[in-house]
């Protein structure tokens, strides 16, 4: 019996967590995949918006601002890379110049701090790249860039570190209340009991909700196809630039990453797929197409990689968090896309605030607010990079060219108190794979090291989990 499980590990679910770590309670989270962050919160745009895209009066609105603000001290503390680099909303269209006056108010109304409107030439000042059609841009300096694998990993090991629970692979299949009030949580290979549940299920929080409540609620997957730019587009742009959006959401963007690459993308496409993470020739050829609208001479010979990733849609169009009606101790926190990855930490204290009115937990006297990274030998002086190496010569050996990932970061990334157990998730700890040949190299030298420092057969190593698996056999035992 746990006082708090929460269904789902992506970026919201782990603030979430880690907020409730700070009190005298039992918290367990259940995830469906092999680790955290596989779905929505590993395949977005990775931007920390400022706040003025939401209506006013949404939760949208609301804890955009309020995530956005608390960032800074969060990242510091979870030691994660985090750089306001700000944003442009760009005009090239003197007939919509009104729009970029309509989103200075709203922000201005949700309560965004430094906006203003650039007039052409400051804007081409700022972002020389930027096509000679501009009209004028949407100043954001409060937009910033994260990482949201390294975001959701450290919220998850700040929360596991503080006595929260993960289990991997459970997938909830059912959910029933007790006559006591509790619940019971189902899953192919055991049950948990809870006295209260927080739904963070991403594109699957319509059917876990629906589990439960008489009040139906729709998630639409929204599809998001995006293009990855090599290290070698580094400064192309070096703010986050948006055109002006649409219904649809905030269109094509082009932004560095906070690691340097460039990305592009994405598109909005609903889908009634909840697993429909492939990409398409159209999609791509849109993104590319639009892009180049706002940015010359994008230098898209340089894409290392495509991928993309689904919102979750829901039909009213406003997060949904809160205590189901008919359905008490179940609390919701449903309907999260853009600008989930912003809003999350303050998504965490909203219901950290709702569990303590139900619950009135203690704090506890040790909680331990902070969490240090993987160790990176990269970004290290050379004299302290030497006596690493001497002390612990697995420092010394590059696995990965492309990122410089050591074997030492990848060694560390599977003892973790949430260690990496597979290829992509040592990825996403270690940026190993991450880089131009996107694992072409370093994949076998991952592999072994699993094989190493796990006992892990090589036929039961994944990519990614469940039936992902590399290698089908020992070539000599293989029927012929």
């Known amino acids: 019996m746990y006082d708090v499980v929460i269904i789902g590990a992506g970026v919201s679910g782990a603030a979430v967590a880690r907020e409730l770590s700070r009190y005298q309670l039992s918290v367990a989270v259940l995830e469906k995949e092999e680790d955290v962050c596989t779905g929505t919160s590993k395949a977005n745009s990775a931007i920390v918006h400022a706040g003025y895209d939401a209506e006013n009066g949404t939760l949208k609105a609301k804890l955009n601002v309020r995530g956005n603000a608390m960032m800074d001290d969060l990242c510091r503390d979870l030691d994660i890379p985090f750089m306001r680099n700000g944003s442009l909303v760009v005009c090239i269209d003197e007939d919509h110049r009104d729009g970029l006056d309509e989103l200075l108010q709203r ?173 398409t020739a159209a999609g791509l050829a849109d993104v590319i197409a639009k892009a180049s609208h706002h940015v010359v001479n994008l230098p898209m010979n340089k894409v290392i990689t495509s991928f993309a990733g689904l919102r979750a849609h829901e039909e009213y169009g406003d997060f949904l968090i809160g205590e189901v009606e008919d359905a008490p101790g179940f609390i919701d926190v449903a309907g999260i896309e853009s600008p ?16 303590c009115g139900l619950i009135h937990p203690a704090e506890k006297a040790e909680w331990k607010g902070t969490r240090k990274g993987l160790l990176k030998p990269s970004e290290l002086s050379v004299e302290e990079r030497n006596a690493l190496i001497k002390k612990n010569p697995a420092y010394g050996t590059v696995i990965c060219r492309c990122e410089t990932v050591t074997e030492g970061e990848i060694i560390e990334s599977l003892h973790r108190i949430i260690p990496a157990r597979s290829l992509d998730g040592v990825k996403r700890r270690t940026r190993a794979g991450m880089g131009r040949c996107q694992s072409g190299f370093c994949s076998p030298k991952v592999m072994e090291i699993i094989n190493r420092e796990l006992g892990l057969p090589y036929e039961q190593i994944t990519k990614s989990g469940g039936s992902s698996q590399l290698v089908y056999g020992r070539t000599k035992e293989v029927e012929q």
């Open 107 to 279: 922000g201005i109304r949700n309560g965004v701090e430094g906006l203003r409107i650039l007039e052409k030439d400051e804007v081409l000042a700022m972002e020389p790249n930027l096509t000679p059609e501009t009209v004028a841009a949407l100043y954001a300096p409060s937009a910033g860039i994260v990482c949201p694998f390294e975001l959701t990993i450290a919220l998850s090991e700040n929360a596991a570190e503080n006595g929260v629970e993960f289990f991997f692979n459970k997938e909830v299949t059912g959910i029933a209340r007790q006559d006591d009030g509790t619940w019971t949580i189902e899953t192919p290979d055991g049950n948990y009991a809870a006295r209260y549940i927080i739904n963070a299920a991403g594109v699957y929080a319509d059917q876990i909700h629906n589990m439960v409540s008489s009040r139906k609620i729709v998630i639409t997957p929204r599809r998001g196809e995006y293009c990855l730019l090599d290290h070698d587009a580094r400064g192309h742009v070096h703010h986050t630039v948006f055109p002006q959006p649409t219904k649809y959401g905030k269109g094509i963007l082009i932004s560095p990453t906070i690691h340097g690459n460039l990305i592009v993308g994405p598109t909005a496409t609903d889908t009634p797929e909840k697993d429909g993470t492939h990409t």
């Open 340 to 355: 989930g990855l912003s809003a999350s930490p303050a998504i965490g204290e909203m219901v950290r605030d709702i569990v």
